[in-house]
């Protein structure tokens, strides 16, 4: 329906940009020197006073549509005090499932008549979101129609409405870091509102699934205790730590043999070929960590009397660190090349070897921008998914042996959202809970890792 | 210091030199021997996918068995019943066969042979009350042996396929009824809970659609605000917050906006569920800043000297800028662009959360209908037990792949191709 | 304050039929804290060539700037004091610069012309100025442009080829053309020949005197010797001030400021 009414306002807009335009030639007697912007303006100026405030209404109309109809319909669920917040949203969901035809299973009889209240109001507001933009459209098309024949400064005025058109993509960051917190909190809050923040923070035992399990036969007490987060926190770092045990020592040396040892025409061809590494779609790694590397470490494990679990820590960290390497060297490489080559010469011309020289000046002198590539390195492994989701597997353990199955923050949102899971119950909240955890931790380093790297940019550039 | 003293002293400096240097070429190496480990392990395993085995199979295509006439319509035709005849063919293969052992006859061919049986009649419907041989698809299990990917001397009760069907297959195999050749049914079939049936045709046409929206949100928006952030935005406060705001952006973990998708896109604002359209925007929004920043990084390389000749002819600000800067952007912003869609092409945790993960059997047609993408289709399959999938899921791994190698050096090529260099 | 006086005193016994195209009153340029002009009085005379000649830092490009309202593009600049323009003040927050600039146009120090076509390069500001109503008019402005730059014969051939492949002094003269395709009263030239051979130089020199019989053009340059051919006024800047402006002959021959005269005969600059 929206799609039929976009196209409408575009086809008017386009019609109304060749009938302002060739209105104002004639106004001028066909002479272009007689207006004050050229004819095009005239109509790019009709067709933006026609497209906008029909496409602000209809953004807005959009956003509320359902919060008015939900309002009305539920009016009579109101009155019952034994349905809360979370209910009514459920029921909401169930009516415009069934009224949009989309509903699975047998519908349930006390609901239709709501369904058809639905439909109804659905059918009004319909109706009259037309009636609006309509007369939205006449109403400004005869404004702007007014002031062109007024000869106004078009120009001036279309590149204004430009501006703003650009300012507010701009803000479209804004609104979606906001976007973000917000959503995030306003689930996390609900979250916490059942289980205490210090138990989440510091429990141990992570078990969302049997916090499903909320009938008489288990205590609600339950509900408290298996939300601890500690295991997640952990296993998110070891497996990280794992990645960067792999990626930090390579990335690193081939960084360093990049910019200071190989020739221009070995760096040509391999600097690119370690950069596919990072541009590898990662649920590729997660496939070849749990059908290769996993399978082949318990293979080798077995070999030495090791019982390796088929999802391991090791396999995925592992595995992570390969994706990270380039996100090492190549930052690493372009820090070193932007130590000036005067402390080079300097380290040289006492006579020390290159490897001395890297080891003691460059080095020194490149490692806030070296420190900032492997923090940024780090975030990106915390806030990695599809590899542990493949291969690092789901127990929440507590435990310190990489051969056995650890589980990270981004594997338990992925599996307590994945599939048809009903909405607010503490299962679900919990993601959003884990997922506010990994934002503002990952931001954090970020925020962290970005200054040093343009503090050091600053003093050498 | 002694001669000999220094003499020793220098050996060693040397040697810590090259070894130094080793660990660099040791590193790089290490790197490079990892992406070909990969690379070839996925396309070892993923090639066999592109071919598929069928046996030739003699049907007689009898009319009373069949219901049908040379007259009948098509719908008669769609309605009619091609199991028995089929299975009529396939006992011939073993006759006396006890009537056990028949179900393991029938499970030789693929679950949908009777359709394909069907299509081949209705394209030869000259064949009614004639035997003609007719190409089926294999079970994905023999077409597994056949490739060589099952073990036949492991004990039977391990296998998924009996000694008897094995029988029968080598049998066929000796008469030359066994035919390899390319899977065009991999790139046109729907996926499936059959492996020899499954194909990414579905998954391929979602990610055309999840792309397309994301590439129609996100290239405007993004160009628009690279354009206002480099060209036209005060100092000031806010855009120093926006500026701060499409830098954290660009790292935040993915998985963050499919929880936003979730949360604002599904829960708040109700869109379908599943779809292309919220997936796209999901991966819109995370493009958003991989496309604003080097937009802005093209934009800042125009030399100011073409703003400063367009603005002495009395061009105005944003005439300056669309006429003769932009267009000077163009090539880096356009491969910056096509790197952040081939980013989000392989994105696959955002769009687990927002329910691309459904078993999607029909290919989508718009991008309102529920579909899955590449990526997720990767996921689904490998999460899936039948040695079959192991084989498809690697093989939509090098589709995949294929697709952002296109895309990558299409970008390399714009770059190098049109970006100019200013001196 | 001084100088000023004795400017406009010796001004005033100028031939009395020249018309003032341009006059800034007290001048003032600010990049952020630091001030790079002071109070600069200056007349410029329609139909002339007025060169500024002084030591490069001493503000010369940075009052040209003033004229068209170049500045407004570095955001640190502010400008106060006095500019008019045919009586006219422009130098106010309500003028549309985009309509001055097209009454004053301006030559770059390096050439810059478009990456497009010599063909639109010169057609760029007609088209946006709505100068021309059909493709005719549009063909016989670029060509006269081209013709009045002396770009013409050179180029006719390659008009859809791009401007950027052409040498350095046909780049120069193709952004004349470019400048005067819009047939503004007033052309500012930044050095425009400090890029430029010798050969193209002379060539420009020639163009420009061609020029001053339709337009008024104010040519800075580090050259005293381009200064005393081109040019019919000369004024001296130093520091960002104006220490000397008189009749050319006059300024090369007998300054009346002990500066000029160092200055000219290469003391110090």
Same mark, same amino acid.
């Not at chain 3, 478009?114 to 549009?138: C, M, T, W």
């Given at each position: 329906?929206?799609?039929?009414?976009?196209?409408?306002?575009?086809?008017?807009?386009?019609?109304?940009?060749?009938?302002?335009?060739?209105?104002?030639?004639?106004?001028?007697?066909?002479?272009?020197?007689?207006?004050?912007?050229?004819?095009?303006?005239?109509?790019?100026?009709?067709?933006?006073?026609?497209?906008?405030?029909?496409?602000?209404?209809?953004?807005?109309?959009?956003?509320?549509?359902?919060?008015?109809?939900?309002?009305?319909?539920?009016?009579?669920? $109101?009155?019952?005090?034994?349905?809360?917040?979370?209910?009514?949203?459920?029921?909401?969901?169930?009516?415009?499932?069934?009224?949009?035809?989309?509903?699975?299973?047998?519908?349930?009889?006390?609901?239709?008549?709501?369904?058809? $209240? &639905?439909?109804?109001?659905? $059918?009004?507001?319909?109706?009259?979101?037309?009636?609006?933009?309509?007369?939205?459209?006449?109403?400004?098309?005869?404004?702007?129609?007014?002031?062109?024949?007024?000869?106004?400064?078009?120009?001036?005025?279309?590149?204004?409405?430009?501006?703003?058109?650009?300012?507010?993509?701009?803000?479209?960051?804004?609104?979606?870091?906001?976007?973000?917190?917000?959503?995030?909190?306003?689930?996390?809050?609900?979250?916490?509102?059942?289980?205490?923040?210090?138990?989440?923070?510091?429990?141990?035992?992570?078990?969302?699934?049997?916090?499903?399990?909320?009938?008489?036969?288990?205590?609600?007490?339950?509900?408290?205790?298996?939300?601890? @987060?500690?295991?997640?926190?952990?296993?998110?770092?070891?497996?990280?730590?794992?990645?960067?045990?792999?990626?930090?020592?390579?990335?690193?040396?081939?960084?360093?043999?990049?910019?200071?040892?190989?020739?221009?025409?070995?760096?040509?061809?391999?600097?690119?070929?370690?950069?596919?590494?990072?541009?590898?779609?990662?649920?590729?790694?997660? &496939?070849?960590?749990?059908?290769?590397?996993?399978?082949?470490?318990?293979?080798?494990?077995?070999?030495?009397?090791?019982?390796?679990?088929?999802?391991?820590?090791?396999? @995925?960290?592992?595995?992570?660190?390969?994706?990270?390497?380039?996100?090492?060297?190549?930052?690493?490489?372009?820090?070193?090349?932007?130590?000036?080559?005067?402390?080079?010469?300097?380290?040289?011309?006492?006579?020390?070897?290159?490897?001395?020289?890297?080891? $003691?000046?460059?080095?020194?002198?490149?490692?806030?921008?070296?420190?900032?590539?492997?923090?940024? @390195?780090?975030?990106?492994?915390?806030?990695?998914?599809?590899?542990?989701?493949?291969?690092?597997?789901?127990? @929440?353990?507590?435990?310190?042996?990489?051969?056995?199955?650890?589980?990270?923050?981004?594997?338990?949102?992925?599996?307590?959202?994945?599939?048809?899971?009903?909405?607010?119950?503490?299962?679900?909240?919990?993601?959003?809970?884990?997922?506010?955890?990994?934002?503002?931790?990952?931001?954090?380093?970020?925020?962290?890792?970005?200054?040093?790297?343009?503090?050091?940019?600053?003093?050498?550039? | 210091?002694?001669?000999?003293?220094?003499?020793?002293?220098?050996?060693?400096?040397?040697?810590?030199?090259?070894?130094?240097?080793?660990?660099?070429?040791?590193?790089?190496?290490?790197?490079?021997?990892?992406?070909?480990?990969?690379?070839?392990?996925?396309?070892?395993? !993923?090639?066999?996918?592109?071919?598929?085995?069928?046996?030739?199979?003699?049907?007689?295509?009898?009319?009373?068995?069949?219901?049908?006439?040379? =007259?009948?319509?098509?719908?008669?035709? /769609?309605?009619?019943?091609?199991?028995?005849?089929?299975?009529?063919?396939?006992?011939?293969?073993?006759?006396?066969?006890?009537?056990?052992? /028949?179900?393991?006859?029938?499970?030789?061919?693929?679950?949908?042979?009777?359709?394909?049986?069907?299509?081949?009649?209705?394209?030869?419907?000259?064949?009614?009350?004639?035997?003609?041989?007719? %190409?089926?698809?294999?079970?994905?299990?023999?077409?597994?042996?056949?490739?060589?990917?099952?073990?036949?001397?492991?004990?039977?009760?391990?296998?998924?396929?009996?000694?008897?069907?094995?029988?029968?297959?080598?049998?066929?195999?000796?008469?030359?009824?066994?035919?390899?050749?390319?899977?065009?049914?991999?790139?046109?079939?729907?996926?499936?809970?059959? %492996?020899?049936?499954?194909?990414?045709?579905?998954?391929?046409?979602?990610?055309?659609?999840?792309?397309?929206?994301?590439?129609?949100?996100?290239?405007?928006?993004?160009?628009?605000?690279?354009?206002?952030?480099?060209?036209?935005?005060?100092?000031?406060?806010?855009?120093?917050?926006?500026?701060?705001?499409? =830098?954290?952006?660009?790292?935040?973990?993915?998985?963050?906006?499919?929880?936003?998708?979730?949360?604002?896109?599904?829960?708040?604002?109700?869109? %379908?569920?599943?779809?292309?359209?919220?997936?796209?925007?999901?991966?819109?929004?995370?493009?958003?800043?991989?496309?604003?920043?080097?937009?802005?990084?093209?934009?800042?390389?125009?030399?100011?000297?073409?703003?400063?000749?367009?603005?002495?002819?009395?061009?105005?600000?944003? /005439?300056?800028?669309?006429? =003769?800067?932009?267009?000077?952007?163009?090539?880096?912003?356009?491969?910056?662009?096509?790197? !952040?869609?081939?980013?989000?092409?392989?994105?696959?945790?955002?769009?687990?959360?927002?329910?691309?993960?459904?078993?999607?059997?029909?290919?989508?047609?718009?991008?309102?209908?529920?579909?899955?993408?590449?990526?997720?289709?990767?996921?689904?399959?490998?999460?899936?037990?039948?040695?079959?999938?192991?084989?498809?899921?690697?093989?939509?791994?090098?589709?995949?792949?294929?697709?952002?190698?296109?895309? =990558?050096?299409?970008?390399?090529?714009?770059?190098?191709?049109?970006?100019?260099?200013?001196? | 304050?001084?100088?000023?006086?004795?400017?406009?005193?010796?001004?005033?016994?100028?031939?009395?039929?020249?018309?003032?195209?341009?006059?800034?009153?007290?001048?003032?340029?600010?990049?952020?804290?630091?001030?790079? #002009?002071?109070?600069?009085? #200056?007349? #410029?005379?329609?139909?002339?060539?007025?060169?500024?000649?002084?030591?490069?830092?001493?503000?010369?490009?940075?009052?040209?700037? *003033?004229?068209?309202?170049? +500045?407004?593009?570095?955001?640190? *600049?502010?400008?106060?004091?006095?500019?008019?323009?045919?009586?006219?003040?422009? +130098?106010?927050?309500?003028?549309?610069?985009?309509?001055?600039?097209?009454?004053?146009?301006?030559?770059?120090?390096?050439?810059?012309?478009?990456?497009?076509?010599?063909?639109?390069?010169?057609?760029?500001?007609?088209?946006?100025?709505?100068?021309?109503?059909?493709?005719?008019?549009?063909?016989?402005?670029?060509? +006269?442009?081209?013709?009045?730059?002396?770009?013409? +014969?050179?180029?006719?051939?390659?008009?859809?080829?791009?401007?950027?492949?052409?040498?350095?002094?046909?780049?120069?003269?193709? *952004?004349?053309?470019?400048?005067?395709?819009?047939?503004?009263?007033?052309?500012?030239?930044?050095?425009?020949?400090?890029?430029?051979?010798?050969?193209?130089?002379?060539?420009?020199?020639? #163009?420009?005197?061609?020029?001053?019989?339709?337009?008024?053009?104010?040519?800075?340059?580090?050259?005293?010797?381009?200064?005393?051919?081109?040019?019919?006024?000369?004024?001296?800047?130093?520091?960002?001030?104006?220490?000397?402006?008189?009749?050319?002959?006059?300024?090369?021959?007998?300054?009346?400021?002990?500066?000029?005269?160092?200055?000219?005969?290469?003391?110090?600059?």
């Amino acid at each position: 329906m929206n799609l039929v009414i976009l196209s409408f306002i575009l086809f008017f807009s386009l019609s109304f940009f060749f009938i302002g335009k060739a209105r104002v030639l004639r106004l001028a007697n066909y002479n272009i020197k007689n207006l004050n912007s050229l004819p095009e303006y005239y109509g790019y100026y009709l067709a933006a006073w026609c497209a906008l405030p029909a496409l602000i209404i209809l953004f807005f109309w959009s956003i509320f549509e359902l919060s008015i109809i939900k309002i009305f319909v539920l009016s009579d669920f $109101k009155l019952d005090p034994t349905i809360d917040d979370n209910k009514l949203n459920l029921i909401f969901s169930q009516i415009v499932s069934i009224a949009e035809k989309k509903f699975s299973g047998t519908i349930p009889q006390n609901l239709i008549p709501y369904v058809e $209240k &639905f439909i109804a109001l659905n $059918k009004i507001i319909e109706l009259s979101k037309f009636a609006v933009l309509f007369s939205a459209i006449i109403l400004s098309l005869i404004f702007a129609y007014r002031q062109i024949l007024k000869n106004i400064k078009a120009r001036e005025s279309v590149e204004k409405i430009i501006r703003g058109l650009m300012f507010l993509c701009a803000t479209l960051a804004i609104f979606t870091t906001f976007g973000i917190v917000l959503s995030l909190l306003f689930e996390s809050i609900k979250f916490f509102t059942s289980v205490s923040i210090f138990d989440f923070l510091t429990g141990t035992n992570w078990a969302p699934g049997r916090a499903f399990v909320r009938d008489a036969s288990v205590q609600t007490a339950n509900v408290e205790n298996v939300f601890g @987060a500690i295991p997640l926190f952990w296993g998110t770092t070891f497996i990280a730590a794992i990645a960067m045990c792999v990626a930090v020592p390579v990335g690193l040396f081939s960084g360093i043999f990049l910019a200071e040892y190989s020739s221009r025409k070995f760096r040509k061809i391999t600097k690119p070929l370690i950069e596919i590494l990072a541009g590898i779609p990662t649920v590729v790694y997660g &496939f070849f960590a749990a059908l290769t590397v996993g399978p082949l470490f318990r293979l080798v494990g077995e070999k030495f009397g090791l019982e390796v679990s088929s999802e391991s820590a090791l396999a @995925a960290g592992v595995v992570m660190g390969i994706m990270i390497i380039p996100y090492v060297s190549s930052l690493t490489d372009d820090v070193i090349n932007a130590v000036p080559n005067s402390l080079r010469e300097g380290s040289f011309a006492i006579g020390a070897t290159k490897s001395e020289t890297i080891k $003691k000046v460059v080095l020194p002198a490149a490692l806030p921008g070296i420190v900032g590539s492997i923090l940024l @390195a780090i975030s990106r492994a915390i806030g990695e998914t599809m590899i542990v989701v493949m291969a690092a597997g789901l127990a @929440a353990n507590l435990t310190l042996n990489p051969l056995e199955a650890s589980t990270t923050i981004t594997t338990q949102i992925v599996t307590i959202l994945i599939g048809d899971q009903s909405f607010n119950n503490p299962k679900t909240q919990a993601a959003f809970a884990l997922g506010i955890t990994l934002f503002f931790f990952t931001l954090f380093i970020n925020v962290i890792a970005l200054s040093i790297v343009k503090k050091f940019r600053e003093k050498y550039e | 210091m002694s001669k000999v003293e220094k003499i020793k002293l220098l050996k060693k400096r040397y040697k810590a030199e090259r070894r130094f240097k080793f660990y660099g070429i040791l590193s790089v190496c290490l790197a490079i021997l990892f992406l070909f480990i990969l690379i070839i392990n996925i396309f070892s395993k !993923g090639s066999g996918a592109f071919f598929k085995t069928e046996i030739l199979l003699n049907i007689k295509f009898d009319e009373k068995k069949l219901g049908l006439n040379i =007259n009948s319509s098509d719908k008669e035709i /769609q309605e009619a019943n091609f199991e028995e005849i089929l299975k009529d063919a396939l006992l011939v293969l073993a006759p006396k066969v006890p009537e056990l052992k /028949q179900a393991e006859l029938i499970d030789m061919v693929s679950i949908d042979a009777a359709l394909e049986v069907k299509k081949f009649y209705f394209y030869n419907k000259g064949v009614l009350n004639k035997i003609a041989e007719v %190409p089926l698809t294999l079970s994905d299990d023999l077409d597994q042996v056949y490739k060589g990917n099952f073990p036949r001397d492991i004990p039977e009760e391990r296998r998924r396929f009996s000694d008897f069907q094995l029988k029968i297959f080598d049998d066929q195999i000796s008469k030359n009824k066994i035919v390899y050749k390319f899977n065009w049914s991999f790139l046109t079939n729907a996926d499936s809970r059959e %492996p020899e049936l499954a194909g990414v045709a579905s998954s391929l046409a979602g990610s055309f659609f999840t792309i397309l929206v994301c590439l129609i949100l996100s290239f405007p928006i993004g160009i628009l605000a690279a354009i206002y952030l480099e060209e036209f935005a005060p100092k000031n406060k806010i855009t120093e917050i926006i500026e701060v705001n499409v =830098n954290n952006l660009a790292a935040v973990p993915s998985i963050v906006f499919g929880l936003l998708g979730l949360g604002v896109f599904l829960n708040y604002f109700y869109l %379908p569920r599943s779809t292309p359209l919220v997936g796209g925007m999901v991966l819109a929004l995370m493009t958003l800043p991989r496309i604003i920043i080097p937009c802005r990084a093209a934009l800042k390389a125009v030399p100011p000297s073409i703003r400063e000749g367009a603005l002495a002819l009395g061009a105005s600000k944003v /005439q300056t800028v669309m006429h =003769n800067v932009v267009p000077l952007a163009m090539p880096g912003t356009l491969s910056g662009t096509i790197i !952040g869609l081939s980013q989000a092409l392989g994105e696959t945790a955002p769009l687990l959360l927002i329910g691309m993960i459904a078993f999607i059997n029909v290919v989508p047609a718009t991008p309102i209908d529920p579909s899955a993408v590449l990526p997720v289709q990767v996921y689904l399959w490998s999460e899936s037990a039948e040695r079959g999938f192991v084989e498809k899921t690697s093989a939509t791994i090098i589709i995949l792949i294929f697709f952002l190698i296109i895309m =990558n050096s299409f970008a390399i090529y714009l770059r190098n191709k049109f970006e100019r260099k200013w001196s | 304050m001084r100088f000023i006086l004795e400017i406009n005193l010796r001004g005033s016994g100028r031939d009395m039929n020249e018309k003032i195209k341009i006059s800034t009153r007290n001048l003032s340029v600010f990049y952020g804290p630091k001030q790079a #002009l002071f109070d600069i009085n #200056l007349d #410029l005379v329609e139909n002339k060539v007025t060169a500024l000649i002084g030591p490069s830092g001493c503000g010369k490009s940075t009052f040209i700037r *003033c004229l068209n309202r170049m +500045n407004d593009v570095i955001d640190l *600049c502010k400008v106060e004091g006095s500019i008019k323009v045919d009586g006219k003040e422009i +130098n106010t927050k309500n003028t549309d610069v985009n309509l001055i600039r097209e009454r004053i146009g301006m030559v770059f120090q390096k050439p810059n012309p478009f990456p497009k076509s010599i063909y639109d390069n010169v057609a760029y500001g007609p088209r946006i100025h709505g100068l021309a109503e059909n493709q005719e008019i549009l063909n016989t402005i670029v060509e +006269n442009s081209l013709k009045k730059a002396a770009l013409w +014969n050179e180029v006719k051939d390659r008009l859809n080829q791009p401007g950027t492949g052409l040498s350095g002094g046909q780049q120069q003269r193709l *952004c004349i053309a470019r400048a005067i395709s819009i047939n503004p009263e007033v052309i500012l030239m930044d050095e425009p020949c400090s890029a430029l051979d010798p050969i193209a130089t002379a060539k420009i020199e020639e #163009l420009i005197d061609e020029l001053k019989k339709s337009y008024t053009i104010v040519i800075v340059t580090h050259s005293m010797s381009q200064a005393a051919r081109v040019s019919q006024n000369t004024g001296f800047f130093h520091l960002g001030k104006l220490i000397e402006f008189n009749l050319t002959e006059k300024i090369f021959k007998n300054p009346d400021n002990k500066m000029t005269q160092d200055y000219i005969t290469g003391r110090f600059g």
